[in-house]
């Protein structure tokens, strides 16, 4: 969501906006303790409370794809939990169709892909996963392409959810927990071992245990690594301690994510200008954590050859690396950790453009990456 939409959601619906959301933007976070993690929690839950029409959530998905376009991204996959919404938009199902009507006019009006991935709750009780793991799944094929976990890793084991993992995976749903962020790598361990996982929002604390990493990069699996929330949340102290260098190294495919940018302020182009700066990653590096951003996700054949050879030619381009230029386009993971929101701050450029952005999406929330988070 754009703050600015935030803003004049939240004036139209009569929803009054903490200063962190309104003259203080973005607010100074943490999530490392409970009380930091509480109030991320609650500035989350007031944006989101401005979606409350079918009007609100047509605007929401129009604007995240055209803002997707402008930073170069061809395919988006939102994460949502559609039990916030289902009070004010007539219930669970009529939220999710809502949802994917929305997400099909947005492609239209943008040539940007959606993909919808819905995501439980750790915080909730498991049943209810398996209800939106058998709403998913109703929706497979339909616009819907994944099952996800999301809100505090620490709270709700999951293998208590494994049960609605597993309904998702006979509907062909891709698994997409999150894992490996607030927790040690044994979160990052249950998200494969309960849950199957095929992709894992965050995951960073996997670099912590050499044996695990190299079981990931043994399967294949994507983490979906967020940098500049990271450090928003106390998770690495600077931009040069997310470890995506270690990740790299172990042959893991990194697709880098904006998480929230409503909460964050910073969008997917400024994730990659931060592995520029703070790690030092080549050209060619980041055309290839753009590959693999692309390749992580459920984005169509054609769509992936036509965002595979948009940053093969940025690569090629005699202005690659130039300060002064822009990259051609491609597609975005952004796949959240959370979600993608609002729009980039203040990040300074470090010495040269961004691959055409890949596929977005991890994105979640604190309660999953939701509606408000892309």
């Known amino acids: 969501m754009r703050h600015s939409t935030l803003v004049d959601l939240a004036r139209e619906h009569g929803v009054h906006l903490p200063e962190a959301l309104a003259g203080d933007w973005p607010p100074r976070l943490s999530g490392t303790d409970e009380r930091g993690w509480f109030r ?14 079918e009007a609100d959530v047509r605007r929401l998905i129009l604007e ?30 009529p939220t999710v169709e809502l949802v994917l009507d929305a997400a099909a006019a947005a492609t239209a009006a943008t040539g940007v892909g959606l993909g919808v991935v819905i995501a439980a709750n750790r915080t909730r009780h498991p049943l209810d996963a398996r209800t939106l793991a058998r709403l998913a799944s109703a929706h497979a094929g339909r616009g819907v392409i ?33 894992g490996g962020e607030l927790s040690g790598p044994a979160s990052v361990r249950a998200c494969l ?6 992709r894992i929002g965050h995951g960073v604390a996997a670099a912590q245990d050499k044996p695990l990493t190299e079981r990931i990069a043994a399967a294949g699996i994507t983490l979906e690594v967020c940098p500049v929330s990271n450090v928003a949340l106390g998770v690495a102290a600077t931009p040069a ?26 969008r997917l182009t400024a ?11 080549s050209d060619g590096e980041l055309a290839e954590l753009a590959r693999m951003s692309v390749r992580g996700s459920v984005a169509p054949a ?11 030619a940025w690569l090629a381009s005699p202005n690659a690396g130039h300060p002064d230029t822009e990259p051609g386009s491609a597609a975005a993971l952004a796949v959240s950790a959370r979600g993608d929101t609002v729009h980039p701050g203040d990040t300074p450029d470090p010495g040269g453009p ?19 988070d892309q």
């Open 193 to 198: 071992d309960d849950l199957r996982a095929d």
């Open 271 to 281: 994730q990659y200008r931060l592995a520029r700066q703070a790690h030092g990653l």
């Open 354 to 372: 961004e691959p055409p952005a890949v596929a977005s999406g991890h994105r979640g929330a604190p309660g999953g990456q939701d509606l408000v």
């Open 302 to 312: 054609e769509v992936r050859s036509r965002l595979l050879a948009g940053i093969d």
């Open 146 to 178: 994944g099952f996800g976990l999301s809100n505090d890793e620490r709270r709700g084991a999951a293998a208590e959810f494994a049960p609605a993992f597993r309904i998702a995976a006979r509907a062909g749903l891709i698994a997409v927990p999150h």
């Open 64 to 93: 995240t794809a055209a803002d997707e376009r402008d930073e170069g991204s061809g395919w988006l996959e939102i994460q949502m939990d559609p039990s916030g919404y289902a009070a004010r938009l007539g219930g669970l199902t």
């Open 40 to 53: 991320f929690q609650r500035l989350y839950d007031i944006a989101r409370s401005v979606i409350r029409t």
């Open 241 to 266: 301690d997310v470890p995506l260098r270690t990740l790299l190294a172990a042959g893991i495919p990194v697709a880098l994510g904006a998480d929230d940018p409503l909460l964050f302020g910073q």
